[in-house]
């Protein structure tokens, strides 16, 4: 029991004097800065169904379907402005009330995407063998990048003077930086329903193009951790 008390003891003078060490003056904080940019990359997905009572016919309608929409693609494909690349491929069953199979269907998809958003525009109007099926703004990694480094410099700037304030308000002089850290939210993709809905079960014009608008972005920076004001 002896042994069992002092060390009871022992355990409470441990906690005690590792509370005694802990910094006293240590400050939480949280700043941030955010920007808004226009959005520069546009995105379009093209689909389309087909269905049938042979599989193989099903297959060979998709991919006439996708050959032909990848041909128009390509004429205005461009490293670093127009990205071209097929997407879903699937071909799967269509089941009878009563069971088994009584045809097949398919889909196929092809995405075009890049900052040449005139170029994408136009070339809605000029595939006819697939609907448009999704529609969205995004903006790109370097622009991101790019506008990111300008928020982090806010971001800290703040942080810093906030923590500057604070300490001269509990009465010290100044301040030391501790543990900091910095995190960024990434912009998501804005769709566009409305310009889909119009489109979609249409026969494009050649000389139709898609109405687009790209809106703006949010990059945002947060500055958190700790700091220890000193000289009272």
């Given at each position: 029991m002896k042994t069992v008390i002092c060390l009871s003891l022992l355990s409470i003078?441990?906690?005690?004097?590792?509370?005694?060490?802990?910094?006293r003056d240590r400050l939480n904080l949280?700043?941030?800065?955010?920007?808004?940019?226009?959005?520069?990359?546009?995105?379009?997905?093209f689909s389309t169904t087909k269905e049938g009572g042979d599989a193989a016919s099903v297959q060979a309608q998709l991919k006439q379907a996708l050959d032909t929409a990848l041909a128009e693609a390509r004429?205005?494909?461009?490293?670093?402005?127009?990205?071209?690349?097929?997407?879903n491929f699937s071909l799967y069953p269509r089941y009878a009330p009563k069971g088994g199979i009584n045809g097949w269907q398919g889909t196929a998809e092809?995405?075009?995407?890049?900052?040449?958003?005139?170029?994408?525009?136009?070339?809605?109007g000029r595939i006819s063998s697939m609907s448009i099926a999704r529609v969205g703004y995004s903006?790109?990694?370097?622009?991101?990048?790019?506008?990111?480094?300008?928020?982090?410099?806010?971001?800290?700037?703040r942080y810093k003077a906030r923590a500057a304030d604070y300490a001269k308000q509990f009465g010290y002089n100044g301040y030391s930086i501790g543990e900091v850290s910095v995190s960024s939210s990434e912009p998501g993709n804005m769709p566009m329903a409305a310009p889909q809905m119009r489109f979609k079960g249409m026969a494009a014009s050649a000389d139709e193009a898609l109405p687009v608008e790209a809106g703006k972005a949010t990059v945002s920076v947060t500055v958190s951790g700790s700091v220890l004001m000193t000289a009272r």
């Open positions: 003078a441990g906690a005690v004097c590792a509370a005694d060490t802990m910094p949280t700043a941030g800065a955010s920007v808004e940019v226009t959005r520069d990359v546009l995105g379009i997905a004429k205005i494909a461009k490293p670093g402005q127009v990205e071209v690349q097929t997407g092809l995405l075009v995407e890049g900052k040449d958003a005139a170029a994408i525009a136009q070339l809605t903006l790109s990694k370097d622009q991101r990048e790019k506008v990111e480094a300008e928020v982090v410099v806010q971001a800290i700037a």
